[in-house]
């Protein structure tokens, strides 16, 4: 079964050229992918491909100007609690606890305290936070305050997770270890996550099939589907055929990584 099916998509930007004169800026342009459901989808593309536009899309947080987005078998909402989106930025309120940040959708939609502190409270212990419950993001390290941000769209419950570079800003290390306990944490109820990422290893190690974006305008050019064991462990990524499947990807990113570089080289 699908959860998201976009056809001939299209995603067009007014901007102004090195002349000062407005001009249209094809970001998406016949855009097709179909999402299954329960599956971890990562897109790959060089910068600028259109990635976080169409996350963005799903999201609510942007338009499209033609083709159609169904989710669900129904026609794209703008609003919906349905989904959920982690940004690479941490995006938490300073002034509110840890339990208070993972709180705060369920507050919007009006969860009675009790039940909101108790689901709250359960998420927090899904990443490992439970002592950290009364603590300020300000007092946590990047990588904790990721996991609040994660815990804290997982606690609402989405259907689908939406996740835009969110391990791009931590070092190597925890970046990893937050590899794995995402993992941990899709393994447990599959929930669709459509997953950007720059890092091929990211996205070979996460996902069931990887989608390579073009270089502008944005479609997608192959998906590779990603034949390895799970769970994913450190034997899976130093495997043969983990490497295979890198150099195969990375083949197909690089011409594209290429021909963004000539775009950018010759202006808009």
């Given at each position: 079964m699908l959860k998201v099916e976009a056809r001939q998509v299209e995603r067009n930007f007014s901007i102004r050229n090195s002349l000062g004169r407005k001009v249209k800026l094809t970001v998406l342009d016949h855009f097709d992918l179909d999402i299954?459901?329960?599956?971890?989808l990562s897109i790959l593309g060089p910068s600028g491909c259109g990635k976080?536009?169409?996350l963005n899309i799903l999201a609510g947080l942007d338009d499209y100007d033609r083709g159609e987005?169904?989710?669900d078998q129904k026609p794209?909402?703008?609003r919906s609690f349905d989904r959920g989106m982690v940004f690479q930025g941490y995006a938490l309120l300073p002034w509110r606890t840890v339990l208070?940040?993972?709180?705060l959708g369920l507050e919007i939609r009006r969860v009675p305290k009790r039940e909101r502190r108790a689901i709250a409270s359960h998420y927090l212990e899904l990443v490992g936070l439970t002592r950290f419950a009364n603590q300020y993001p300000s007092q946590l390290s990047g990588g904790m305050r990721q996991r609040v941000a994660i815990a804290r769209v997982l606690a609402y419950r989405p259907n689908l997770l939406l996740m835009d570079e969110p391990f791009g800003a931590l070092d190597a290390q925890t970046r990893e270890n937050l590899?794995?306990?995402?993992?941990r944490i899709w393994e447990a109820d599959k929930k669709t996550i459509l997953f950007i990422t720059h890092s091929i290893d990211e996205a070979?190690?996460?996902s069931d099939r990887v989608a390579i974006m073009t270089a502008r305008q944005g479609q997608?050019?192959?998906i590779t589907e990603i034949d390895l064991p799970r769970p994913r462990t450190e034997e899976v990524r130093n495997s043969a055929e983990f490497a295979q499947i890198r150099q195969k990807v990375w083949i197909l990113l690089r011409d594209e990584a290429l021909k963004a570089e000539s775009c950018y080289a010759g202006g808009i």
């Open positions: 299954r459901e329960g599956e971890f976080s536009t169409f987005i169904l989710v794209l909402q703008k208070g940040n993972l709180e590899q794995i306990e995402l993992l070979i190690i996460l997608i050019k192959e």
